[in-house]
């Protein structure tokens, strides 16, 4: 049950929480049971290969084809973003998703049941489509949530598109599952926070947490009070910063965050505009824990911005851990820094 005076914990405690639940105080061992923990809150894949470098971060040996891994698929899930999520687990980013009435699930409903009948059995592109249908193909986005509709998308090109039967699960279990995910790996959270995340409406965000309220505990942070499953207060404890460097991709669930909750991952307020831009995000530069600068990629080629001088250990394992990235094609990637 949510408890009535919050537990307070520790800006380390709750990151300590996210490195280990997001496997980012070291790797896992190449094996389908890790693919799944690291998608747990799924892996945002707007951006060309940006789930392939989530679970590079996280999964040792991975190469640039995982993302198509047999235990992912690929699916417009919270935001209409495209993600990869586990295949056992399509619901909750799908089903999670959709209204429980209204017109909003009328129109997830009926563009399934169109796009259903015009595929046959087919696949298309979701140009192909959306014209075959005489709309924009955009709106092909909003039938996801009926968990009836997967994509493949490569990074370039057009989303090939295809219906499949819906998720033999219950939509409550699907609401509850998703905000339990969220939690877990993003938390403590608010429910404004699993709102903006989710990508479904305060409303609903709110019924879904308050179903939930028999599993949490109420927390107070430095940046405010939120949300945590109670199994996961209980392991949570003060922790030392974790050896690695990761440059976590745009869109990565680890900083994929809104409101105060930035806070904690970025002290200094100055800095929060260089990471949380206002169109295309960068990706993050993890050193010991901390954030502390942004990075972009172009084809084979790194730029690496600090925000602070680092010292020479700290650039070498940076341009090891760019050099490392399982990025398709041939030829040396070479890392071009800025000067903090």
Do not use: C
Request: proline share 7%; glycine share 10%.
């Amino acid at each position: 049950m949510v408890d009535q005076v919050p537990r307070a914990m520790s800006r380390m405690q709750v990151l300590g929480h996210r490195w280990r639940v997001g496997a980012l105080d070291g790797r896992l061992p190449s094996e389908p049971a890790s693919i799944r923990s690291a998608a747990w809150a799924g892996l945002q894949d707007s951006m060309p290969r940006a789930a392939v470098l989530s679970l590079h971060a996280r999964i040792e040996n991975t190469g640039p084809d995982d993302w198509a891994h047999p235990e992912l698929v690929q699916v417009w899930g919270p935001r209409h973003s495209v993600f990869a999520v586990p295949a056992e687990d399509v619901a909750a980013f799908t089903l999670g998703r959709l209204p429980a009435a209204g017109a909003a699930r009328r129109r997830a409903e009926e563009t399934a049941d169109r796009l259903e009948r015009f595929l046959a059995g087919r696949r298309m592109t979701y140009r192909a489509a959306g014209e075959g249908l005489g709309v924009h193909p955009n709106s092909l986005r909003y039938a996801a949530a009926t968990g009836r509709v997967l994509l493949r998308w490569e990074g370039s090109g057009q989303p090939v598109v295809w219906t499949v039967d819906p998720p033999g699960v219950p939509e409550r279990e699907a609401r509850l599952e998703l905000a339990r995910r969220f939690l877990h790996v993003l938390g403590p959270g608010t429910v404004t926070g699993f709102s903006k995340w989710a990508g479904v409406t305060q409303k609903e965000a709110d019924a879904t947490m308050a179903a939930l309220e028999d599993e949490l505990v109420t927390v107070r942070t430095p940046v405010g009070v939120g949300q945590m499953l109670a199994d996961d207060v209980a392991a949570a404890g003060e922790v030392d910063p974790p050896a690695t460097v990761r440059l976590l991709p745009s869109g990565d669930a680890y900083y994929l965050r809104w409101g105060a909750d930035r806070g904690l991952l970025v002290p200094d307020a100055r800095r929060r505009s260089d990471l949380w831009t206002a169109r295309v995000w960068p990706g993050a530069m993890l050193v010991d824990g901390e954030i502390v600068g942004t990075w972009r990629r172009s084809e084979r080629r790194v730029d690496l911005n600090p925000w602070h001088r680092l010292s020479a250990d700290q650039r070498g394992a940076i341009e090891v851990e760019a050099a490392s990235l399982p990025i398709p094609g041939e030829g040396r990637i070479t890392a071009h820094w800025s000067e903090a």
